[in-house]
């Protein structure tokens, strides 16, 4: 027995009309039963129940891409349809969850993964994410936002008086994925550590990374921390977390001291707050302002530090107040050095960031509900 015949009571041989923009469609009952039920099940089924005679059955007629419709047709009909491309798959998909059509909902987001990185499309079958610690990742999370489960589309959005699904575009990123990752994605068994060595004498080094199941070699860490849970006090340039960011860096550096072979002796690497170095090569936005030059944030070589290292750099601040800055969104790199005692000490040196320097100027960007 046909389990989505069961769900439409429609006769399977009466024609019915679909007007879709400017062109009409005629599916059988038996098409439409095929994927049920649906918004055009519970329209003929209505109208039915008005009116026994068949004949007097009006014709259904909703503004919608009469393009996307005509495979949603060929789907009815019982052809199997794939999107040929990310446009294409969320007009589908947007149109499939309008008309509340289960079985080609589901069909949808069980398909391939659908990505532009750059000018270049790709289309990606989910079952390679198949192996251990390959999921979630950017792709198969790339439309999460929209699609949370075959039940549950638009997450959050508010479906009564909905007129139509909101306007969509498949998931994309202007440049080829940067070598960062999120403090809470970081792993364990991912981190390591290169040595630097002079004249046999360890002088600290890197804290690299190798991504699980992905990457053949290490590279540098750049570790990124948002939801402005990191303050800065510039005078001492020493950097503080709040809330879950400071448990994730103290195990963090905890896992670098590990992967060190530090002795128990050796003060913890994770004590806060940890120093934070500011260079050239820092793309900084302050208040909303890249790079601003009021501030005068040196930006030359730094002289030589006690540790035969480049010092940290300590911007020069006028007509602020003497609170933290609050970094917004943050990424840095890991360096370990040695500090003024002979012991080991960390150092965060920032990539990008974007701080406010002030709680007015925090509050400028907070909206009105």
Not at 100 to 128: K, N
Not at 190 to 214: K, L, N
Not at 271 to 277: F, H, L, Y
Not at 294 to 311: M, N, Q, T, V, Y
Request: charged fraction near 25%; aromatic fraction near 8%; include cysteine.
């Amino acid at each position: 027995m046909d389990t989505h015949s069961s769900k439409c009571n429609l006769p399977k041989e009466k024609v019915f009309s679909i007007q879709i923009g400017s062109e009409i469609f005629r599916l059988s009952g038996a098409s439409i039963a095929s994927d049920a039920p649906s918004y055009f099940s519970r329209f003929f089924e209505d109208q039915l129940l008005q009116s026994q005679d068949v004949a007097n059955i009006r014709t259904l007629y909703i503004d919608r891409d009469p393009t996307t419709f005509r495979e949603i047709a060929r789907h009815l009909q019982g052809y199997h349809v794939r999107p040929q491309d990310g446009a294409q798959f969320v007009k589908l998909f947007a149109d499939a969850q309008f008309y509340t059509l289960p079985r080609l909902m589901s069909q949808l987001f069980e398909s391939e993964c659908f990505i532009q990185i750059g000018d270049r499309h790709f289309q990606i079958p989910r079952d390679i994410f198949s192996g251990p610690g390959d999921s979630p990742n950017f792709f198969t999370l790339g439309f999460a936002a929209f699609f949370a489960s075959p039940s549950e589309v638009f997450p959050g959005l508010d479906r009564q008086g909905l007129l139509r699904p909101p306007a969509i575009i498949p998931p994309k990123r202007a440049e080829p994925i940067g070598g960062f990752i999120r403090l809470e994605d970081v792993r364990p068994s991912g981190i390591q550590f290169a040595s630097h060595t002079v004249s046999g004498s360890s002088m600290g080094g890197m804290v690299t990374y190798t991504r699980p199941f992905v990457d053949e070699s290490a590279a540098d860490l750049v570790v990124e921390i948002g939801d402005e849970s990191s303050l800065i006090n510039r005078g001492s340039m020493r950097a503080d977390f709040l809330g879950l960011s400071k448990q994730r860096i103290a195990s963090l550096l905890q896992t670098v001291g590990k992967k060190m072979n530090l002795p128990d002796s050796h003060p913890p690497l994770g004590q806060v707050p940890i120093k934070v170095r500011v260079d050239r090569e820092t793309d900084l936005t302050v208040d909303g302002e890249q790079d601003p030059q009021h501030l005068r944030i040196p930006r030359a070589k730094a002289e030589a530090g006690e540790d035969g290292g480049p010092a940290a750099k300590r911007p020069r601040v006028d007509n602020t107040d003497d609170g933290p800055w609050v970094v917004r969104t943050g990424q840095w790199r890991l360096q370990v050095q040695t500090g003024p005692t002979g012991t080991y000490e960390v150092v965060l040196i920032a990539v990008k960031l974007d701080i406010y320097t002030s709680p007015q100027v925090r509050n400028r960007s907070r909206k009105f509900l």
